[in-house]
């Protein structure tokens, strides 16, 4: 059984991160207070607990945004769904991190170093700029993000784990603004000092919440923690601050979107057939944009490439103030190995090439090759933009049929075709179709005897007999 190590992804720019990104130093304020700013804004000398009045003094073209905190709960729900595909135990640590249980799955992963790979290098692709820590208890995994302190785990021994907590600052344990003040007029500043002091004596002027709290980080007692649900159906909406017009920004809000739905995917073993993209205008009814995929996807850089081409190709009638997707068929993978297990998919695979081009020249122009539930051969292939999956028959049947069946000749009661037939698999009785008995162009009632049978050219034949005699009705590749 796998040793309990335990990943924090700490999003302290999280309150900033839910804008679009802004080429100018930019600030979160909030009841006139800074508190989050990008790193242009960081080096005109603004932090957080700044008023707002002297961050427009230390950088004139400062853009303000006001905290939406219900954006916030959004994004942080999406990254969580988007964990998913690193593991399912996933757990929310409001406000602004996530803490992931990746003992289990470091295997999958070929090793520590590649899952954080993973999740440093996707969360950053989606805008985000995650603190990370590692430990063997989800408490002192936290307190380890917060500070900053990112080293590889080792060796998850309780010696090894008060350790590591040492070189915490109180300040990363967020303590209530009394307790902070008392421990700071202490001289204290490091968790090893806290730690070094009589549990009792920390009880009775901290209360007896935070000595259980140290606890729980070092092991010693037990952390239970509410795993976050993933929901049973996905629809995600982002609201902007204001309407845009360019697909920039569309495409922007779109992968993060996206990243959530794939996880949500890869938690559900399932893949996409079908989504919408629903545009929100401010003065005209939603555009709808739907995608349809040629086989399950759960691949993020494959649904953006497919949105991407589409939104590309749209011409936007009014500008967008949100967005929602919606995924409105999923089908379980059958027999595929998920991104989880560190596969990449195949490049350019014929259902990939299938999708874009419906994208490029339409739904209907874009024909598949399909079966449907008739015993019937000659109605039981059709084409449509898209497949139809029927169970698959008993018998082998060819793709080519030929376009009415053609009389053979018999001699010495065998059938010839260039020589005698070798009947190599048969008899497959097929006698239906009364329910069309009459109608015009319908094929009607049949009843027939198919067999595979062997030409003396080497060709592989698919003939039937009736009362008429015997019939050839397709070839084999």
């Given amino acids: 059984m796998a040793s309990p190590l335990w990943l924090a992804l700490h999003f302290p720019r999280?309150?900033?991160?839910?804008?679009?990104?802004?080429?100018?130093?930019?600030?979160?304020?909030?009841?006139?207070?800074?508190?989050?700013?990008?790193?242009?804004?960081?080096?005109?000398?603004?932090?957080?607990?700044?008023?707002?009045?002297?961050a427009w003094a230390l950088a004139p073209t400062l853009h303000v945004y006001t905290r939406t905190i219900p954006a916030e709960v959004q994004a942080l729900q999406n990254l969580a769904c988007w964990a998913g595909r690193l593991t399912p135990h996933v757990y929310m640590e409001a406000p602004n991190a996530l803490l992931l249980e990746i003992g289990g799955c470091l295997r999958l992963f070929e090793g520590l170093d590649r899952l954080l790979d993973i999740a440093c290098s996707e969360s950053a692709g989606l805008g985000f700029s995650p603190k990370i820590g590692l430990a063997p208890t989800p408490r002192a995994a936290l307190w380890r993000a917060r500070a900053g302190l990112h080293e590889a785990w080792q060796?998850?021994?309780?010696?090894?784990?008060?350790?590591?907590?040492?070189?915490?600052?109180?300040?990363?344990?967020?303590?209530?603004?009394?307790?902070?003040?008392?421990?700071?007029?202490?001289?204290i500043s490091r968790l090893g000092e806290l730690l070094s002091l009589p549990r009792e004596g920390l009880a009775a002027r901290l209360g007896t919440g935070f000595v259980l709290q140290l606890a729980q980080a070092l092991g010693e007692l037990s952390d239970p923690r509410e795993s976050f649900i993933f929901p049973e159906r996905f629809s995600q909406r982002i609201e902007w601050p204001a309407p845009v017009e360019h697909t920039t920004a569309i495409l922007f809000s779109s992968r993060r979107i996206i990243a959530a739905l794939s996880g949500w995917l890869s938690r559900r073993a399932s893949g996409l057939r079908e989504c919408v993209l629903i545009l929100e205008h401010p003065h005209q009814d939603p555009t709808q944009l739907r995608l349809r995929f040629a086989e399950p996807v759960y691949q993020a850089s494959r649904i953006e490439r497919l949105l991407r081409e589409r939104l590309e190709r749209h011409r936007l009638k009014d500008a967008v103030e949100a967005l929602r997707l919606e995924a409105t068929r999923i089908e379980p993978l059958q027999g595929e190995a998920l991104a989880l297990f560190g596969q990449a998919p195949p490049k350019n695979s014929v259902a990939e090439v299938l999708d874009r081009l419906r994208v490029r020249v339409g739904e209907e122009a874009v024909q598949i090759l399909g079966a449907r539930a008739d015993h019937r051969p000659e109605n039981a292939h059709l084409l449509a933009s898209t497949p139809h999956v029927t169970a698959s028959p008993a018998f082998p049947r060819p793709v080519w049929l030929t376009p009415k069946p053609r009389r053979l000749r018999e001699r010495q009661g065998r059938p010839d075709h260039g020589g005698p037939l070798v009947l190599i698999s048969g008899p497959e009785r097929i006698e239906s179709g009364w329910w069309d008995e009459g109608e015009a162009g319908a094929t009607g009632d049949l009843r027939r005897d198919y067999f595979v049978a062997f030409a003396p050219n080497g060709q592989w034949l698919w003939i039937y007999r009736d009362q008429e005699g015997w019939w050839l009705h397709g070839l084999f590749a």
Avoid: Y
Wanted: hydrophobic content about 55%.
């Fill in 14 to 54: 999280l309150p900033l991160e839910v804008f679009p990104p802004c080429e100018r130093p930019t600030v979160v304020v909030w009841a006139d207070r800074v508190v989050a700013c990008n790193a242009l804004a960081d080096a005109a000398g603004i932090h957080a607990g700044m008023k707002t009045g002297s």
């Fill in 155 to 187: 060796d998850a021994t309780a010696t090894d784990l008060f350790g590591a907590l040492a070189e915490v600052p109180v300040a990363a344990l967020a303590l209530e603004a009394n307790s902070l003040a008392a421990v700071q007029a202490w001289g």
